[in-house]
């Protein structure tokens, strides 16, 4: 659980608390804590404070280090709203009863696999895992059709991943809801046993695989897209794994309402802005995230992906304590 993760005061105050231009003086106030980047929030927070004269106080972080300071603020806590980077810090708030409930109308159009158990929190944009490689080092070979299948000796010292990541350790989580514990550290000791070459996140992997040092790296999809945007011919290029395989499971960015905000119909109006057609335009074009309502893209990636219940990904602790067992960190 996040909530027994230890955030020193240290990481608190690394925290980036900042406020966008402010509209009306008597418009609501609301408090977002936001465990997305402030590239991608602080556009979307000018326009919404533009449209609908509310000032957005924004306190930037990481997901689980934010998560981690909603519960020990519990209901003192000033924010109104949480914008996380995935599912499982939205769970475990949830799990703690600091979520609001939600409207069902909120989830109309977004596919019941993205729907929250609790109805306390909404998907705003998924993300795929899968694996990226390099087409000239490979070519001739057949592509791996499962995750597991990296423990062969054929990928030795060729595959690459990022276990410090907080992608990576979702999917890791994932593995075990699936899979169960015994067989999750078995792949994770196998594909050390077969030399596998760790890497600090996705943005490193990926370049590795077009620097030559890598084949086959364990990604998010759109990491690769950040780089051909400005190269087409950037040396790289991805692809799923069989269909319903662990390795292409789909995670969300997400966000929820607070139980304690003092302003919960304005915030409201922030997660259903988040929802509108051209917001979730905004994901898929500019962030090379899928849309998650109405999206037939997105119906295509749940073809490929397992079905996980996200509110499960919120079991991070056990997740790194297997981790750490089996030597990953």
Same mark, same amino acid.
């Given at each position: 659980?996040? !909530?027994?993760?230890?955030?020193?005061?240290?990481?608190?105050?690394?925290?980036?608390?900042?406020?966008?231009?402010?509209?009306?003086?008597?418009?609501?106030?609301?408090?977002?804590?936001? +465990?997305?980047?402030?590239?991608?929030?602080?556009?979307?927070?000018?326009?919404?404070?533009?449209?609908?004269?509310?000032? #957005? !106080?924004?306190?930037?972080? +990481? =997901?689980?280090?934010?998560?981690?300071? %909603?519960?020990?603020?519990?209901?003192?806590?000033?924010?109104?709203?949480?914008?996380?980077?995935?599912?499982?810090?939205? +769970?475990?708030?949830?799990?703690?009863?600091? &979520?609001?409930?939600?409207?069902?109308?909120?989830? =109309?159009?977004?596919?019941?696999?993205? /729907?929250?158990?609790? @109805?306390?929190?909404?998907?705003?944009? @998924?993300?795929?895992? %899968?694996?990226?490689?390099?087409?000239?080092?490979?070519?001739?070979?057949?592509?791996?059709?499962?995750?597991?299948?990296? =423990?062969?000796?054929?990928?030795? @010292?060729?595959?690459?991943?990022?276990?410090?990541?907080?992608?990576?350790?979702?999917?890791?989580?994932?593995?075990?809801?699936?899979?169960?514990?015994?067989?999750?550290?078995?792949? &994770?000791?196998?594909?050390?046993?077969?030399?596998?070459?760790?890497?600090?996140?996705?943005?490193?992997?990926?370049?590795?695989?077009?620097?030559?040092?890598?084949?086959?790296?364990?990604?998010? /999809?759109?990491?690769?897209?950040?780089?051909?945007?400005?190269? $087409?011919?950037? $040396?790289?290029?991805?692809?799923?794994?069989?269909?319903?395989?662990? @390795?292409?499971?789909?995670?969300?960015?997400? #966000? +929820?309402?607070?139980?304690?905000?003092?302003?919960?119909?304005?915030?409201?109006?922030?997660?259903?802005?988040?929802?509108?057609?051209?917001?979730?335009?905004?994901?898929?074009?500019?962030?090379?995230?899928? $849309?998650?309502?109405?999206?037939?893209?997105?119906?295509?990636?749940?073809?490929?992906?397992?079905?996980?219940?996200?509110?499960?990904?919120?079991? &991070?602790?056990?997740?790194?304590?297997?981790?750490?067992?089996?030597?990953?960190?």
């Amino acid at each position: 659980m996040y !909530r027994r993760l230890i955030l020193t005061a240290a990481c608190i105050t690394a925290l980036v608390f900042s406020a966008a231009a402010a509209p009306r003086t008597d418009a609501p106030e609301l408090t977002l804590y936001s +465990g997305r980047s402030e590239s991608l929030v602080d556009p979307l927070v000018r326009m919404f404070e533009e449209e609908s004269g509310i000032r #957005v !106080r924004v306190r930037y972080g +990481g =997901t689980s280090e934010l998560a981690v300071l %909603l519960a020990e603020e519990g209901t003192r806590t000033p924010a109104d709203l949480f914008w996380a980077q995935d599912a499982g810090g939205l +769970g475990a708030l949830s799990q703690s009863g600091l &979520l609001k409930n939600l409207p069902d109308s909120l989830y =109309t159009g977004i596919p019941d696999v993205f /729907h929250s158990e609790s @109805g306390t929190w909404v998907p705003t944009s @998924g993300r795929a895992r %899968l694996f990226a490689y390099s087409p000239q080092r490979t070519a001739g070979e057949s592509l791996p059709q499962s995750v597991f299948s990296l =423990t062969e000796t054929r990928y030795r @010292g060729r595959v690459g991943w990022a276990p410090t990541n907080g992608s990576f350790q979702a999917f890791v989580t994932a593995m075990r809801i699936t899979y169960g514990n015994e067989r999750t550290y078995d792949w &994770l000791r196998a594909m050390i046993d077969n030399n596998v070459q760790s890497y600090r996140n996705n943005t490193a992997l990926v370049e590795a695989v077009a620097a030559g040092e890598l084949d086959y790296a364990l990604v998010n /999809h759109y990491y690769l897209y950040r780089f051909t945007s400005v190269d $087409p011919d950037f $040396p790289a290029a991805q692809q799923f794994f069989a269909l319903g395989d662990i @390795g292409n499971m789909i995670n969300t960015a997400g #966000v +929820g309402i607070l139980a304690s905000s003092s302003s919960p119909e304005a915030a409201l109006q922030f997660v259903e802005f988040l929802l509108r057609p051209d917001i979730q335009q905004y994901a898929a074009d500019q962030l090379n995230e899928y $849309p998650v309502r109405d999206s037939p893209s997105i119906e295509e990636l749940i073809a490929v992906s397992p079905r996980i219940p996200l509110d499960s990904l919120a079991d &991070l602790q056990n997740t790194l304590e297997l981790l750490r067992a089996a030597g990953a960190l």
